[in-house]
């Protein structure tokens, strides 16, 4: 058998991954997990196509599934590093990767030689490096497979075999007060093991604690009658009582001078449910053999401790001298962080210097603790750090000591000074949410109610804490379904847990405690702004501070990881933080100062798309704006790129600001900003928000009677549901605001509402019409002197007749449109114009002119990002190419065009669709 990817190493014990030369792996997929869990536990065997697919989709089989199989191996193959690692060969595929190259292999020839050798310090030796392989709950990422689970019950329980073994070899080198802890651990895990038991009382015994070890069998026995209604075995009663006679026969033995001295275990006990987190474990892994320290930060109830604990465990073999802990409370309920002193002084006890030899003055305690792990390869976990000053002291020092630091906040200068490399938790995927409750709940109750499993992952804000919170609940209530439980998640008070450490509002309040007066009022006013993001403009002006003061804020609330930065200068709050946000924003703010700062954010927010849009439509932003408050800090776009980066960045924030200045009270910004944004939906693509918008918007000009408000929205949803095929509704839309424009004067409403009057007859079929509405529309923009307006409207005027087959007169008209409004520089016109150019050029047989037309028509949609303008003008330059029998220059533009209608969803791609699949017919035949 070859060697291919030698070096390579497959772990199971524990969640699945890939160890390579060069360090670990990620493997991305629960199915591709699966695929190579299986392989790699019939590593060097055959395993079937059948059989994979069996194992990994079960009773789910997809229709795909062979060729999905496929796909995952070539992905696997390039994890492990060469194309050679998994070999295709009848019926089915290999793991190649040589001997001992998956650790359940490593463990099962270790404890082989354990079980070969004579020498007990021996023993211990090879049963330890057994046991360290052993990362966490074997297979722990790829649950949901009935036979893989059989597969981890089996490694299992192969773990607790080493681990008696190794608790015997140690009994026998008198090892027994330091096995002590590590037994008492697992007699909890395994309460009705009688083997565990009797190793424990043999060490408490051993240890000079009789009374412990009689109470061990006692509480055993009790607990056998009560649950199973049995006694201990005759071998353990013999034993309770020989050591109630103090029998020789269970001396201690001589201890053995080359015992394997235990080292320091602190590490409390991993959550057994762990999920997810691959990329931020294969980040620490990355850093194992690094030195120095990490810091481990994220908001509260993120899972930071449980991260740290859970790496710790599954690394704790790689060191030697064992592991140190100490929770700092750097965020605890009673305000009191743990001293460094007092840590260093558990730390000096577990390493084990003698109380006559521990210093009182803590730079004396912090020299000899460096003392100590000099030389030693040891983990330090600092867990819930409070700020650098508390942490610097229990840094180890030593080169090969790995200290790992949890916290709220990012401890920065641990960065800065002592090159700390952060490591920063977000929220959980949503498939990472969805693996937490499999894995509290069991895949079976998930599987059966996956709506509601994903409504509860939404509810939680995919928050590890709120997540545990809610799946106790349905756990310990069964008859609940899960629909019932998400039904319960209306506010914070469903996401308490039965004590402070478990109540989700207090967990957050520990982290409001540490801040200044004035960043926890921007903390609460920031539960009114509407959006999923803020940017810094935005905060200044809803909280009326300039915008040199709301920087420090903003860090010291991203510092305390109440707020992310995801984006530079743009932060956001998790829904759960939001909600507590609002609480307190409700208890301290009076409900004007709640409605003063709602009104600067829509003032900022007018104002600056105001401004944005008039930087695209200069010659069409015709509404009067109310004067801004004073405390609002300005945000002006002033070019093309500026306003459309702007517009992209905050399309979801000024969706959200419709609806709430509409129920605020502040119906003037609503229908303004929706006529503001309306511009930039349309050429986007986005017209059902469009559409959405305008209706709020229209409801809430109609509710304070405002009749200029009313014809904008009117126009607009006019527009809205012309381009979504809803001609009724559009003509409809465009007569009221004719009539309402009409009522207050307004005869640059009148001119464009006939244009787009105009466009609509157009899109019916109704050519004669269309152009009458256009030429109407033109007599206004004349007698208004309102160049731009007519330069669009003799581009209409143009395209109209070309469809009316008088392509000569389009050519006149288009080309007296291009001319004024190049005049007045509006990029959108000229592209329009410039596209109606070509078009009639193509129809009269000039197809190289035309083409020319359409490229100049697309280098100025691009420049306003007008994207169903560029996909039409690429279905007119692919009927050019085509007409000149340029098969493959149509073939690229219309594919262009189909790309931007598919993502668009609009009905023409399945015209163009069909085109396209003529062409290639074509170019067959």
Known sequence: MSMAGAGVRVRLLGPVEVVAADGPQAVNGLRRKAVLATLALHVGRVVSVDRLIDVVWGDRLPATAENTLQRHVSYLRGVLGEPGSIVARRPGYLLNTGPESTDVQVAEHLLELARRATDRTEQVTHLTEAVALWRGPPLADVAGSAWLEEQAEHLARLRLEAERALAEARLSVGEHARLVPGLERLVR??????????????????????????????????????????????????????????????????????????????????????????????????????????????????????????????????????????????????????????????????????AARMPSEPDLMVSLYRTAVAGKRLLVVLDNARDAEQVRPLLPGSPDCLAIITSRDPLTPLVVTESAQPVILDLLSPDEARDMLVR??????????PAAAADIADRCARLPLALAIVAARA?????????????????LNAFRGGDEATDVRAVFSWSCRTLSPPAARLFRLLSLHPGPEAAEPAVA?????????????????????????????????????????????????????RQDAVHRFLDHCLRAAHAADLALHPHFSDISLPSPRADVTPENPRNKSAA?????????????????????????????????MAGFLHRQGHWQDWLGTQRIALAAASRVGDQAGQGHAHRSLGLACSRLRRYDEADDHLRRALDLFTDVGDDAGRAHTCLNLGQLAERQGQHHQALGHSRRALTLFRRAGNRAGQGYTLNAVGWQEGLLGNHHRALTACGEALRMLQEVDDVQGQA?????LGHAHHQLGDDLRAITCYEHALELFAQVHDRYAVASTYVNLGGSHRALADLGGARAAWRRALSILDDLGDADADSLRADLEQLDVTRLS
Do not use: C
């Not at 006692?218 to 013999?238: H, K, M």
């Not at 509290?440 to 109610?449: M, S």
């Not at 305390?560 to 208890?587: C, I, P, Q, V």
């Open 440 to 449: 509290r709940l069991g895949a079976h109750q998930v599987a059966a109610e």
């Open 832 to 836: 329009d114009t410039w596209d109606s």
């Open 189 to 354: 895990q395994h309460p009705f093991d009688e083997h565990l038991h009797a190793q424990l009382m043999l060490a408490l015994y051993r240890d000079g604690r009789h009374g412990e070890a009689v109470t061990t069998y006692r509480r055993l026995r009790d607990a056998l009658r009560d649950n199973l209604g049995i006694d201990p075995s005759p071998r353990l009663r013999d034993l309770e009582r020989a050591i109630l006679r103090q029998d020789t026969a269970i001396a201690a033995p001589a201890p053995v001078a080359t015992a394997r001295v235990a080292v320091a275990a602190q590490l409390p006990p991993p959550v057994p449910t762990f999920t997810g987190r691959d990329a931020e474990l294969a980040a620490l892994d990355a850093l194992v053999d690094r030195g120095g320290a990490v810091v481990v930060s994220g908001t509260a109830g993120v899972g930071k401790t449980a991260l740290a604990v859970h790496w710790a465990h599954r690394a704790a073999g790689r060191f030697a001298d064992g592991q140190l802990y100490v929770n700092l409370r750097g965020f605890d309920p009673a305000g009191t962080p743990t001293e460094p002193a007092r840590a260093l002084r558990g730390f000096l006890e577990a390493l084990g210097v003698p």
């Open 541 to 593: 002006s809803l909280a009326g501070v300039t915008p040199a003061a709301i920087g420090p804020l903003l860090t010291e609330l991203t510092r305390a990881n109440l707020l992310t930065e995801h984006t530079y200068g743009r932060y956001a709050f998790h829904d759960l933080l939001r909600a507590y946000a609002a609480g307190l924003a409700d208890e301290a703010e009076s409900p004007a100062d």
């Open 644 to 676: 459309t980066a702007w517009f992209t960045a905050e399309i979801p924030v000024l969706l959200a600001a419709v609806p709430l200045a509409a129920r605020s009270g502040f119906e003037g910004h609503a229908w303004r900003l929706a006529w503001a």
């Open 475 to 491: 756990a310990t209530n069964r008859r609940f379904s899960l629909a019932a439980v998400a039904g319960e998640l209306g506010d």
